[in-house]
């Protein structure tokens, strides 16, 4: 019982830390004035597109920053196309189907209670025109527009063009039935010139453009395709180029056959077929009088009609019927407020059996007007006019995608009688629809509070969300929404310390109002209570029910300590063993009894070798893996509110030898004796040697005519080879010679070198080789030539490409110099946390600071007021505003104060923390067997100083 209480009281502590740390950071309050890091960029759109600005602002974690978004002075209207957004330092304004009055000057205005700070950019919006130019394969167009681009360059470097065009391959001639396709093709010279002209004619006329008809000039490929032909497109087609130097011509023949004479078949009579044909030309030069020559001037038997009202975006059908019927003379003709119709691929006209019609697909607000169809032929003409009127849709999408929200957005509307611009003209003072409900929650539980507030549509309304008189925190769990007269917060998941009451607060230019309500949050538990199983749980209050109605443990005294059984004895255990004391003790069931254990009258720190057991008036003490000082006089002592009691026994380990010292192989023994016998013999020979000026015995020498590329080797002996204050350096050319992957030098016993690897012509020179230590020093030189290679190309092979490089690197060093300057003062935004931790573990301190990308900013870490030494227990990160530390392996000596001191040009920033390190008990520094660690030392010695004499033998 007294364990089970102990532990539910360090969860209790553990919950309160818990809620602490919550209200903690609830109360987190800011100390200085926004400021604007990045600038939102000014953009150019076409209508219909979305815009995107964003920005980056400090601070990141301030609860009273209000931000607000104007145009061109004005507050933006938030809507179905407008929204904002802003996330831990991050703000953006999204416009997605961008319309022309969009365009202007948009502002951000960042406010909390120190300050306020406001930026700006510009939106530049491009309307489309009647026709529909945007291009229906973004990828395709950005590749013709990179080709064309390329191909202007090519020309403007290459300059004017040389040669007047020559057609290389002409047309064929092509005869094909009624509504087959036609193509017509040529190649032509030259190719890249961009003054290059290129026309089709029909019979000597221009062409007019037409859906039937597409043309194409790519690369000296021209070409001409007819979807569909008809008996009138018959005649010779013919492509003219020209340029600045001339033109150049040719041309190819089209039979169109008609359908309804069938097949074409060679007439059985040759010399009918003459005569007939005869006639038939002396026919077409006759006046026109007889059944094929139309009768009268047109006239439309059904008048122009169609839908006159329409909305944008719709498409548009009108259809009339003309007389006569046929007329081969008769001419149609659309006219548009008076202008011929358009080309496009939203016009589509059409005239077949005395029915005209016209079709315009997607109509837009400026295809509104008088729509005119003129029909004429040789004895006279006729006009039929209607009148469009295309409703501008103003950029509203009007399909919803939530079925659900516009029936309640309906809803509200329909209790505000008042049309929008009533509304503007006359504001009213903010009033709330309905009160805000109570809730009462569990722990974990997401909170949602609605209500309704008009006016609707007021640019000056402002509304806060207050939890007991303070604004509401900014975080992931909480959301609020404002939107057409709808005002909601929603609490993610709750949380104990969020009961309390919230107020939302509407004001405007008029005055201001509130609505409240409380929420209430039952925490849960730390521990789970519930059972897994109900019977035996049953069964176990039955059986303690019947423990509280015994009548000997109602009646139970508490009593002083008294041991019923005396402590044992353990004597003679081998070194290594296990040795157990136990004894009795009453009173049996004493929450307050205290049980301590000592040996030699000292307290036995608990570990991993002692464990202690207290159990109903059973006490024992185990001792794993003895040693020969764990023996001694060991004492239990009880101890409670009424007295002590005290029981004591002894334990005697005994000890056994540390070191094997009789060889395991003999041989081997045998082979060491020899070998360091040897040492000792030869021992006297460099025992004496002196300490002199350190000299050359053979100078710098090596091969010192070599080519580039190759390698260069140089070296030398000096004396003395044993002085351990001997140092040598290498000069070139009178200069320290530098460290480089390309440069190594050895100097070894004597032994001195220099390796230069991959030889370049600047490495030829003078080198000096110097040895001093404290009694003089000494100098070797050598000259080294090197013969260059008068093969090598330096030249680009790809000038334009060199031109690209220098212009981006010349790029580069602008923005690098625009990098270092910086106009804040280092922030720490997260601060390091303390740390309690054991011996041996791993200890981490971590913090998070702004500015991020400042090359200036300068990190340094502190321990007890002096600088802290890295190493391979210590390591330090500054990784883009993360700031680590992290120690391997703790020690006591890595208690203390650890303190991280940001600075740059404008300021410095100071984050503290400590570590404590409990240190393991129970650590035998002594040795267990003195004889053994003597033996040991020797050893050790004489090997050192036989080690010692070898390399002084053969430095």
């Given at each position: 019982?007294?364990?089970?209480?102990?532990?539910?009281?360090q969860?209790?502590?553990?919950?309160?830390?818990?809620?602490?740390?919550?209200?903690e950071?609830?109360?987190?309050t800011?100390?200085?004035?926004?400021?604007?890091?990045?600038?939102?960029?000014?953009?150019?759109?076409?209508?219909?597109?979305?815009?995107h600005?964003?920005?980056?602002?400090?601070?990141?974690?301030?609860?009273?920053?209000?931000?607000?978004?104007?145009?061109?002075g004005?507050?933006?209207?938030?809507?179905?196309?407008?929204?904002?957004?802003?996330?831990?330092?991050?703000?953006?304004?999204?416009?997605?189907?961008?319309l022309?009055?969009?365009?202007?000057?948009?502002?951000?205005?960042?406010?909390?209670?120190?300050g306020?700070?406001?930026?700006?950019?510009?939106?530049?919006?491009?309307?489309?025109?009647t026709?529909?130019?945007?291009?229906i394969?973004?990828?395709?167009?950005?590749?013709?527009?990179?080709?064309?681009?390329?191909?202007?360059?090519?020309?403007?470097?290459?300059?004017l063009?040389?040669?007047?065009?020559?057609?290389?391959?002409?047309?064929?001639?092509?005869?094909?039935?009624?509504?087959?396709?036609?193509?017509?093709?040529?190649?032509?010279?030259?190719?890249?010139?961009?003054?290059?002209?290129?026309e089709?004619?029909?019979d000597?006329?221009?062409?007019?453009?037409?859906?039937?008809?597409?043309?194409?000039?790519?690369?000296?490929?021209?070409?001409?395709?007819?979807?569909?032909?008809?008996?009138?497109?018959?005649?010779?087609?013919?492509?003219?180029?020209?340029?600045?130097?001339?033109e150049?011509?040719?041309?190819?023949?089209?039979?169109?056959?008609?359908?309804?004479?069938?097949?074409?078949?060679?007439?059985?009579?040759?010399?009918?077929?003459?005569?007939?044909?005869?006639?038939?030309?002396?026919?077409?030069?006759?006046?026109?009088?007889?059944?094929?020559?139309?009768?009268?001037?047109?006239?439309f038997v059904?008048?122009?009609?169609?839908?006159?009202?329409?909305?944008?975006g719709?498409?548009?059908?009108?259809?009339?019927?003309?007389?006569?019927?046929?007329?081969?003379?008769?001419?149609?003709?659309?006219?548009?407020?008076?202008?011929?119709?358009?080309?496009?691929?939203?016009?589509?006209?059409?005239?077949?059996?005395?029915?005209?019609?016209?079709?315009?697909?997607?109509?837009?607000?400026?295809?509104?007007?008088?729509?005119?169809?003129?029909?004429?032929?040789?004895?006279?003409?006729?006009?039929?006019?209607?009148?469009?009127?295309i409703?501008?849709?103003?950029?509203?999408?009007?399909?919803?995608?939530?079925?659900?929200?516009?029936?309640?957005?309906?809803?509200?509307?329909?209790?505000?009688?008042?049309?929008?611009?009533?509304?503007?003209?006359?504001?009213?003072?903010?009033?709330?629809?309905?009160?805000?409900?109570?809730?009462?929650?569990?722990?974990?539980?997401?909170?949602?509070?609605?209500?309704?507030?008009?006016?609707?549509?007021?640019?000056?309304?402002?509304?806060?969300?207050?939890?007991?008189?303070?604004?509401?925190?900014?975080?992931?769990?909480?959301?609020?929404?404002?939107?057409?007269?709808?005002?909601?917060?929603?609490?993610?998941?709750?949380?104990?310390?969020?009961?309390?009451?919230?107020?939302?607060?509407?004001?405007?230019?008029?005055?201001?109002?509130?609505?409240?309500?409380?929420?209430?949050?039952?925490?849960?538990?730390g521990?789970?209570?519930?059972?897994?199983?109900?019977?035996?749980?049953s069964?176990?209050?039955?059986?303690?029910?019947?423990?509280?109605?015994?009548?000997?443990?109602?009646?139970?005294?508490?009593?002083?300590?008294?041991?019923?059984?005396?402590?044992?004895?353990?004597?003679?255990?081998?070194?290594?063993?296990?040795?157990?004391?136990?004894?009795?003790?009453?009173?049996?069931?004493?929450?307050?009894?205290?049980?301590?254990?000592?040996?030699?009258?000292?307290?036995?720190?608990?570990g991993?070798?002692?464990?202690?057991?207290?159990?109903f008036?059973?006490?024992?003490?185990?001792?794993?893996?003895?040693?020969?000082?764990?023996?001694?006089?060991?004492?239990?002592?009880?101890?409670?509110?009424?007295?002590?009691?005290?029981?004591?026994?002894?334990?005697?380990?005994?000890?056994?030898?540390?070191?094997?010292?009789?060889?395991?192989?003999?041989?081997?023994?045998?082979?060491?004796?020899?070998?360091?016998?040897?040492?000792?013999?030869?021992?006297?020979?460099?025992?004496?040697?002196?300490?002199?000026?350190?000299?050359?015995?053979?100078?710098?020498q090596?091969?010192?005519?070599?080519?580039?590329?190759?390698?260069?080797?140089?070296?030398?002996?000096?004396?003395p080879?044993?002085?351990?204050s001997l140092?040598?350096?290498?000069?070139?050319?009178?200069?320290?010679?530098?460290?480089?992957?390309?440069i190594?030098?050895?100097?070894?016993?004597?032994?001195?070198?220099?390796?230069?690897?991959?030889?370049?012509?600047?490495?030829?020179?003078?080198?000096?080789?110097?040895?001093?230590?404290?009694?003089?020093?000494?100098?070797?030189?050598?000259?080294?030539?090197?013969?260059?290679?008068?093969?090598?190309?330096?030249?680009?092979?790809?000038?334009?490409?060199?031109?690209?490089?220098?212009?981006?690197?010349?790029?580069?060093?602008?923005s690098?110099?625009?990098?270092?300057?910086?106009?804040?003062?280092?922030?720490?935004?997260?601060?390091?946390?303390?740390?309690?931790?054991?011996?041996?573990?791993?200890?981490?301190?971590?913090a998070?600071?702004?500015?991020?990308?400042?090359?200036?900013l300068?990190?340094?870490?502190?321990?007890?007021?002096?600088?802290?030494?890295?190493?391979?227990?210590i390591?330090?990160?500054?990784?883009?505003?993360?700031?680590?530390?992290?120690?391997?392996g703790?020690?006591?000596?890595?208690?203390?104060?650890?303190?991280?001191?940001a600075?740059?040009?404008?300021?410095?920033?100071?984050?503290?923390?400590?570590?404590?390190?409990h240190?393991?008990?129970?650590?035998?520094?002594?040795?267990?067997?003195?004889?053994?660690?003597?033996?040991i030392?020797?050893l050790?010695?004489?090997?050192?100083?036989?080690?010692?004499?070898?390399?002084?033998?053969f430095g």
């Amino acid at each position: 019982m007294s364990e089970s209480r102990t532990e539910m009281s360090q969860f209790q502590s553990l919950e309160t830390k818990k809620t602490s740390g919550r209200a903690e950071f609830v109360e987190e309050t800011t100390t200085q004035a926004p400021v604007f890091t990045t600038s939102p960029k000014s953009v150019e759109v076409k209508e219909g597109q979305k815009a995107h600005f964003e920005a980056r602002i400090i601070p990141v974690s301030d609860p009273t920053l209000k931000i607000e978004w104007f145009l061109n002075g004005q507050p933006i209207k938030l809507g179905s196309r407008f929204r904002e957004g802003h996330d831990f330092g991050f703000v953006s304004l999204d416009i997605s189907h961008v319309l022309p009055e969009d365009a202007g000057q948009y502002s951000c205005r960042a406010t909390n209670n120190l300050g306020q700070a406001v930026c700006s950019c510009n939106l530049t919006v491009k309307a489309n025109q009647t026709i529909v130019k945007e291009t229906i394969h973004e990828s395709a167009l950005q590749q013709i527009n990179y080709l064309e681009s390329q191909r202007s360059t090519q020309t403007q470097e290459e300059g004017l063009t040389t040669q007047a065009p020559v057609f290389t391959a002409n047309m064929r001639d092509v005869q094909v039935m009624e509504g087959a396709a036609a193509h017509f093709e040529a190649k032509l010279v030259p190719i890249g010139d961009p003054k290059l002209k290129v026309e089709w004619l029909k019979d000597g006329h221009p062409i007019e453009a037409s859906n039937r008809m597409s043309t194409l000039h790519d690369f000296g490929f021209v070409a001409l395709d007819l979807k569909y032909t008809r008996p009138s497109d018959s005649g010779k087609y013919s492509i003219r180029a020209l340029n600045a130097l001339g033109e150049a011509i040719v041309s190819a023949n089209l039979k169109v056959n008609s359908g309804k004479g069938g097949a074409d078949m060679e007439g059985m009579h040759g010399e009918a077929m003459q005569k007939i044909a005869y006639l038939e030309r002396n026919k077409a030069k006759m006046d026109i009088n007889e059944e094929d020559a139309p009768q009268h001037a047109p006239q439309f038997v059904a008048q122009l009609q169609g839908k006159t009202q329409l909305l944008e975006g719709q498409n548009g059908h009108l259809e009339c019927r003309i007389d006569p019927y046929p007329d081969s003379t008769l001419k149609v003709e659309w006219f548009h407020n008076g202008k011929p119709l358009p080309f496009g691929n939203r016009w589509r006209t059409s005239y077949d059996f005395g029915f005209a019609a016209l079709d315009i697909l997607g109509c837009y607000a400026e295809d509104s007007g008088k729509y005119t169809i003129k029909a004429t032929n040789i004895l006279g003409a006729a006009e039929s006019s209607v009148n469009i009127s295309i409703a501008t849709g103003k950029g509203l999408l009007l399909d919803t995608d939530h079925q659900d929200a516009l029936n309640k957005i309906k809803y509200l509307e329909s209790k505000h009688q008042k049309t929008a611009e009533e509304e503007l003209s006359a504001p009213e003072k903010p009033q709330f629809g309905r009160q805000l409900k109570n809730l009462n929650l569990e722990e974990g539980q997401p909170a949602h509070f609605e209500s309704t507030l008009t006016p609707v549509n007021d640019a000056s309304m402002r509304v806060e969300w207050m939890f007991n008189g303070k604004p509401v925190p900014q975080g992931h769990r909480f959301r609020t929404t404002y939107d057409f007269g709808f005002v909601a917060l929603d609490i993610l998941y709750a949380y104990p310390e969020d009961s309390g009451t919230y107020s939302c607060v509407a004001k405007n230019v008029l005055g201001e109002t509130s609505a409240q309500c409380t929420l209430k949050v039952t925490g849960k538990s730390g521990l789970l209570l519930d059972t897994m199983d109900k019977d035996r749980l049953s069964q176990l209050r039955n059986l303690e029910q019947r423990e509280r109605t015994r009548p000997e443990d109602a009646d139970a005294v508490i009593t002083k300590p008294v041991f019923t059984t005396p402590l044992n004895n353990v004597d003679g255990a081998m070194e290594g063993a296990h040795v157990h004391l136990e004894c009795r003790l009453e009173p049996v069931n004493d929450p307050n009894l205290n049980v301590e254990w000592f040996v030699n009258s000292k307290a036995i720190k608990i570990g991993s070798r002692f464990r202690t057991t207290h159990d109903f008036g059973y006490v024992a003490l185990d001792v794993l893996q003895a040693y020969a000082e764990d023996s001694g006089t060991y004492m239990c002592k009880a101890t409670n509110k009424l007295g002590e009691a005290v029981n004591t026994g002894s334990v005697t380990v005994a000890a056994r030898k540390g070191l094997l010292l009789d060889s395991q192989h003999p041989e081997g023994w045998e082979k060491m004796r020899e070998l360091e016998s040897r040492r000792k013999g030869g021992r006297l020979e460099v025992e004496e040697t002196a300490i002199t000026a350190p000299k050359f015995v053979t100078q710098l020498q090596g091969v010192t005519a070599l080519s580039e590329g190759q390698t260069a080797h140089f070296e030398a002996q000096i004396e003395p080879i044993h002085d351990s204050s001997l140092r040598v350096e290498f000069l070139h050319n009178g200069k320290q010679l530098q460290q480089a992957s390309r440069i190594h030098t050895v100097c070894d016993f004597g032994y001195v070198a220099l390796d230069i690897g991959s030889l370049v012509s600047s490495d030829a020179g003078e080198y000096i080789c110097i040895a001093k230590n404290t009694l003089g020093e000494t100098r070797s030189s050598i000259t080294l030539n090197i013969s260059a290679r008068g093969s090598l190309d330096t030249s680009s092979q790809r000038p334009e490409g060199m031109e690209k490089i220098r212009e981006l690197e010349s790029r580069g060093q602008r923005s690098r110099t625009d990098e270092i300057q910086t106009f804040q003062k280092p922030v720490f935004t997260t601060a390091l946390q303390n740390c309690v931790l054991q011996e041996n573990q791993s200890a981490h301190l971590a913090a998070r600071l702004i500015p991020v990308g400042d090359p200036s900013l300068k990190v340094e870490w502190m321990k007890d007021g002096k600088v802290l030494e890295t190493g391979s227990r210590i390591n330090t990160i500054n990784d883009f505003g993360q700031i680590s530390l992290e120690i391997r392996g703790l020690r006591e000596s890595d208690n203390g104060i650890y303190e991280c001191k940001a600075m740059n040009k404008i300021g410095e920033a100071v984050t503290t923390a400590s570590i404590t390190v409990h240190a393991k008990g129970s650590l035998l520094l002594d040795s267990q067997h003195p004889e053994g660690m003597k033996k040991i030392t020797a050893l050790e010695t004489r090997v050192a100083r036989q080690q010692s004499e070898q390399e002084a033998t053969f430095g």
